[in-house]
């Protein structure tokens, strides 16, 4: 169940009008997984619910636990890179990776011709009809990606469409870059990385974090550094010895340390 296809991802493709109702809940408690109806054959047999696709397996009832969200449950799980007992190719970068990525590049660059060439080649690993304009090919009914308010997707929502489904769970925060550089990430998600808690601790810095709704985070805790530095009580010392710890373990795997580090 851990490769599961989130409906962020799948309800674009969904004709039926499902996936305008789900995403437009008020309540996330409820967007409940549904069935999706889709000519995208990569996702299930064409406009046949409940059918295993080119890439993605229908599996019904989410395995996990209801009080994780079952705004992030789907009934689809990817099975394209299945292979017995775990073992075979997967490359490190994929043709879809590169060709979309210049697909974008031409689009932005206003190359519509060529971007509109990477992304019919891809269309067509799902049998989607091609884009002759920047506008959806398929009319307000069958178009593949849809929008939350149920209309036709263009070009460059194809384009964000075609990676998200060809390039699913192929590297590492590969999706999250995608879609802080488009401008699509949940309000309040982080955008970068602050440095670790252990690391500002041993530089006697205060704790930060790029995340939450209030300005640039979470505001700092009312309980000031400098209380924190000049802390020797008991659970100051063992905190600070934690951190302590964590920096030697860091610094004794760096191949630029010689020898141990104490």
């Known amino acids: 169940g851990w490769s599961r296809h989130d409906m962020y991802t799948l309800g674009p493709s969904d004709v039926s009008g499902g996936y305008e109702t789900w995403i437009n809940q008020a309540d996330p408690w409820d967007k409940e997984p549904y069935d999706i109806t889709t000519p995208d054959s990569r996702i299930s047999v064409p406009m046949t619910p409940k059918t295993d ?27 394209r890179h299945n292979y017995p007992d775990y073992l075979g190719y997967y490359g490190d970068y994929m043709d879809a990776e590169v060709d979309l990525i210049k697909a974008e590049a031409y689009y932005r660059l206003g190359q519509f011709d060529n971007a509109r060439a990477i992304v019919n080649q891809w269309r067509a690993n799902g049998d989607l009809p091609p884009f002759v304009t920047n506008s959806n090919p398929d009319g307000p009914d069958m178009c593949v990606p849809q929008m939350p308010d149920g209309s036709c997707g263009d070009l460059w929502e194809a384009i964000k469409y075609e990676k998200r489904i060809e390039n699913f769970h192929y590297g590492s925060v590969s999706e999250f870059m995608d879609d802080r550089r488009w401008g699509d990430l949940f309000t309040g998600t982080w955008l970068e990385l602050p440095v670790p808690g252990s690391e500002l601790l041993l530089l006697l810095m205060e704790i930060y974090t790029f995340g939450g709704n209030a300005g640039n985070g979470a505001p700092v805790s009312a309980r000031s550094f400098s209380d924190f530095a000049n802390d020797f009580s008991p659970e100051a010392l063992s905190f600070k010895r934690q951190a302590l710890d964590a920096r030697l373990r860091d610094l004794n795997k760096r191949p630029d340390v010689v020898g141990p580090v104490r």
């Open 53 to 79: 696709g080119k890439y993605i397996e229908y599996r019904g009832n989410s395995p996990f636990p209801s009080s994780r969200g079952i705004w992030t449950f789907s009934n689809y799980i990817s099975y």
